[in-house]
């Protein structure tokens, strides 16, 4: 009775150490991702770079998408500038970052993210044009992006307090179809916008700080 008492109790022990040693493997593994992810978009996803978008507080389920939208290249793969690390000065894209993820990496960098707080980006805004986005995001957008763009929920990513020279180059990307619109009726809704219509919405999201 006390060999099998002792038996048990080491296969309880086992268990444990490798449940302890799994989860230290997932940390480190999480940790060297978010560490690469950080190097750009900051060290919680709050990025200081107005060309790299703040992804800290997104929904996970929009990360997600995007990130998989990378890894197929349906989204457009710019080069940009490694802003810290042992990197730093040289340069990658998107493409190149996430092509060797795996599903549960990109589960798991997605959540992480999710998980932090989005912090509005300080930057200036022209007072005038932002009234008249506001007009037209009541107008045209408020029904997928709620509340003015700032409801993670939405899955449909944060617009409120974006970079501005981000949001703007996402603009020209919708419109030139070089990134998909999975709404038919905001694809509509970007075909109508002129370049004062996109330059009215950059500057009212960018109001919000």
């Given at each position: 009775?006390?060999?099998?008492?002792?038996?048990?109790?080491?296969?309880?022990?086992?268990?444990?150490?490798?449940?302890?040693?799994?989860?230290?493997?997932?940390?480190?593994?999480?940790?060297?991702?978010?560490?690469?992810?950080?190097?750009?978009?900051?060290?919680?996803?709050?990025?200081?770079?107005?060309?790299?978008?703040?992804?800290?507080?997104?929904?996970?389920?929009y990360?997600?998408?995007?990130?998989?939208?990378y890894?197929?290249?349906?989204?457009?793969?710019?080069?940009?500038?490694?802003?810290?690390?042992?990197?730093k000065?040289?340069?990658?894209?998107?493409?190149?970052?996430?092509?060797?993820?795996?599903?549960?990496d990109?589960?798991d960098?997605?959540?992480?993210?999710?998980?932090?707080?989005?912090?509005?980006?300080?930057?200036?805004?022209?007072?005038?044009?932002?009234?008249?986005?506001?007009?037209?995001?009541?107008?045209?957008?408020?029904?997928?992006?709620?509340n003015?763009?700032?409801?993670?929920?939405?899955?449909?990513?944060?617009?409120a307090?974006?970079?501005?020279?981000?949001?703007?180059?996402?603009f020209?990307?919708?419109?030139?179809?070089?990134?998909?619109?999975?709404?038919?009726?905001?694809?509509?809704?970007?075909?109508?916008?002129?370049?004062?219509?996109?330059d009215?919405?950059?500057?009212?999201?960018?109001?919000?700080?």
């Amino acid at each position: 009775m006390l060999k099998k008492k002792t038996a048990f109790a080491l296969l309880a022990c086992s268990a444990v150490f490798a449940l302890s040693l799994a989860s230290g493997a997932y940390a480190a593994d999480l940790s060297k991702l978010t560490e690469t992810c950080g190097n750009c978009h900051g060290k919680d996803g709050d990025s200081t770079d107005s060309k790299i978008p703040i992804i800290g507080g997104m929904s996970a389920e929009y990360l997600k998408g995007q990130l998989v939208a990378y890894t197929k290249k349906d989204r457009p793969c710019p080069e940009t500038e490694i802003k810290a690390g042992p990197k730093k000065g040289t340069k990658t894209d998107m493409c190149q970052v996430v092509k060797d993820l795996s599903d549960s990496d990109i589960k798991d960098l997605a959540q992480y993210y999710a998980g932090k707080k989005f912090v509005r980006a300080k930057q200036k805004f022209d007072a005038a044009l932002a009234a008249k986005g506001k007009e037209i995001h009541s107008a045209n957008c408020e029904k997928c992006h709620s509340n003015s763009g700032s409801v993670a929920s939405d899955d449909a990513g944060i617009l409120a307090g974006q970079w501005m020279p981000y949001l703007d180059e996402t603009f020209k990307e919708y419109k030139s179809d070089k990134r998909p619109q999975s709404e038919k009726d905001m694809r509509h809704k970007i075909e109508k916008l002129d370049q004062a219509g996109v330059d009215a919405l950059v500057n009212y999201y960018g109001s919000f700080q």
